[in-house]
């Protein structure tokens, strides 16, 4: 099969075009790099720089490509960056998906290519019912949420109005080897370890009591949820899916584990909430588990050994924007 990933460059774009390619799949990626990723590609994928904003672009693209699915990965994801900057958020974030749904259209691939589109749990605001089910009312608090929120409606709106075979992927609080500090998915998970084991000087930091709790997902279980979400033979009709583990663990927590793997304290500054932020997540799988046969590994302690030796061992020279 031939896929089209945008943000292939990404964190989770460059670990999806490696499952795909290792599967023996047709990759063709696209990343504007702006996101100061480096342009170390995975072997065996067709690269484009370029922005998936340009639409006359993006259809040339899939006009000459003709693939099966797009998995559309390429966003400004973090929330606080939405919160500052709204705009240039709004243009990547919503502009980019309905380009992308757009070219889809125009290319004349709308009733054989899928789409696969990357959302967040961060639609799902303050969310009173944990574990949260993909029928839980939306309420989006960040421009960045928002964003997603109407990446799914556009979904929605094109499988009803064009036949648009599509399904939206919430992911929850991604992590894992490959994330670089201060890079598009600077969770704890990626700001602690870095200043454990890369950057001693770098003062980390706790924003909250550290109570507060997240359903983090580990990149590989990302990763399988969307190679299955390309390549199930039966069509979605712009279907909605939690991808996450099921499970929670405290900023403390998280804290914890990397003391232990490190063998040493881990000082953080504390700082009060931050704008946009929520106290708790927790997915609730089932659906993915039903359409996917989605069945993620959960031992949190070694998924996060995994990311602190990647840090300690194999973390790339870059020069991180903080």
Request: hydrophobic share 40%.
């Amino acid at each position: 099969m031939r896929f089209v990933v945008t943000g292939s460059n990404g964190f989770i774009g460059q670990n999806t075009c490696r499952g795909l390619t290792e599967l023996g799949h047709d990759v063709i990626g696209v990343d504007d790099l702006s996101s100061g990723m480096p342009a170390n590609g995975v072997e065996g994928v067709q690269y484009h720089v370029h922005s998936v904003v340009d639409a006359d672009w993006f259809v040339r693209l899939l006009k000459n490509t003709i693939p099966d699915a797009v998995l559309h990965l390429a966003a400004k994801p973090r929330v606080p960056y939405s919160v500052q900057n709204p705009l240039h958020s709004a243009e990547a974030n919503v502009m980019g998906t309905l380009s992308v749904l757009n070219a889809i259209l125009k290319s004349d691939l709308i009733v054989r290519t899928r789409l696969v589109f990357a959302s967040s749990s961060a639609v799902c605001g303050e969310a009173s019912v944990l574990p949260t089910p993909e029928a839980y009312p939306s309420a989006p608090q960040s421009p960045y949420a928002l964003a997603k929120l109407q990446g799914e409606q556009w979904c929605d709106m094109f499988h009803q109005l064009y036949g648009l075979d599509a399904v939206s992927l919430r992911y929850f609080n991604v992590f894992g080897p490959g994330a670089v500090f201060g890079g598009a998915y600077s969770t704890v998970l990626s700001a602690w370890p870095y200043a454990l084991f890369v950057d001693p000087s770098y003062q980390a930091f706790l924003e909250g009591d550290g109570t507060q709790t997240r359903d983090f997902c580990f990149i590989d279980n990302v990763v399988n949820a969307n190679i299955a979400a390309a390549t199930r033979e039966r069509g979605f009709a712009a279907d909605v899916l939690n991808v996450g583990q099921g499970e929670a663990h405290s900023m403390l927590e998280v804290k914890d584990v990397l003391e232990q793997v490190a063998g040493r304290e881990l000082r953080l500054e504390r700082r009060p909430p931050r704008a946009g932020d929520v106290a708790h997540t927790l997915a609730d799988i089932s659906r993915a588990r039903e359409e996917l046969g989605f069945e993620p590994s959960t031992d949190f302690y070694a998924q996060v050994e995994r990311t602190a030796l990647w840090h300690r061992d194999g973390y790339p020279e870059l020069t991180s924007e903080r």
